[in-house]
């Protein structure tokens, strides 16, 4: 199907456990962002990409690592978990056309014990 | 100052009645301003987008933005029940497409 895709919807993990969360889009976007949601904070920007091999951070990037091999994934990577990185978790995706507005995927909730 | 600014709320509106949604920007050399709505549990989901001064309509949407004052705000007529959820104000910022997000408001839609 066209469009934005996270895997896994849900994820538990421990502290100090690496997880990846995985996005997919199949529009052909230039650019793509990770947000995450918290009460309180609305949405923050992570990292985000321009391009492939292109990536940037964003606003709470610590804690973080993506890589964009191929202009269609952007993993994120939580290379130790910590409590404070219990969030949801947002992909989204945006057109080369500067200013323009982005698109989600359905979100990754995740909790780290 | 945060660079987007909404109320949280929550808004309360009685069904058929006007919801008038706020938001204020610091960047004055911003281009464009979106709307996306948000219900519980999924993922926001754009409804309007603005790009000059004065007023779009869209159904039963109207979003109306003034630069001078760094001020948009988002119009529901006839509002629904299925109206009920956080609306969040979007404005590129810094380049590259990043979006920055207020908090969002959350309006509820009472029967």
């Known amino acids: 199907d066209a469009g934005i895709t996270q895997s896994p919807r849900y994820k538990i993990t421990e502290t100090g456990r690496q997880v990846t969360l995985m996005c997919h889009q199949t529009?052909?976007?230039?650019?793509m962002f990770w947000y995450r949601q918290d009460l309180g904070h609305g949405l923050r920007l992570i990292y985000y990409s321009a391009a492939a091999d292109i990536t940037d951070k964003g606003e709470v990037p610590d804690g973080y690592v993506v890589s964009r091999s191929k202009t269609e994934n952007f993993p994120l990577t939580l290379e130790s978990a910590t409590r404070s990185q219990t969030s949801v978790y947002f992909c989204?995706?945006?057109?080369?056309?500067?200013?323009?507005?982005?698109?989600f995927g359905q979100g990754t909730r995740l909790t780290v014990v | 100052q945060k660079e987007v600014e909404q109320n949280s709320g929550p808004l309360s509106v009685p069904e058929g009645a006007i919801a008038s949604l706020n938001c204020t920007y610091s960047d004055r050399g911003s281009q464009s301003f979106f709307w996306y709505r948000q219900y519980s549990g999924k993922s926001p989901e754009l409804i309007m987008s603005?790009?000059?001064?004065g007023d779009k309509e869209d159904g039963r949407f109207t979003a109306q933005l003034n630069k001078a004052s760094q001020y948009v705000s988002l119009l529901i007529r006839d509002s629904q029940p299925s109206d009920s959820a956080t609306y969040l104000c979007a404005v590129p910022t810094g380049g590259g497409n990043k979006l920055t997000f207020g908090t969002g408001t959350q309006l509820k839609v009472e029967l």
């Open positions: 989204a995706s945006s057109e080369q056309v500067m200013n323009t507005e982005a698109f």
């Open positions: 529009w052909s976007h230039s650019y």
């Open positions: 603005i790009y000059s001064n």
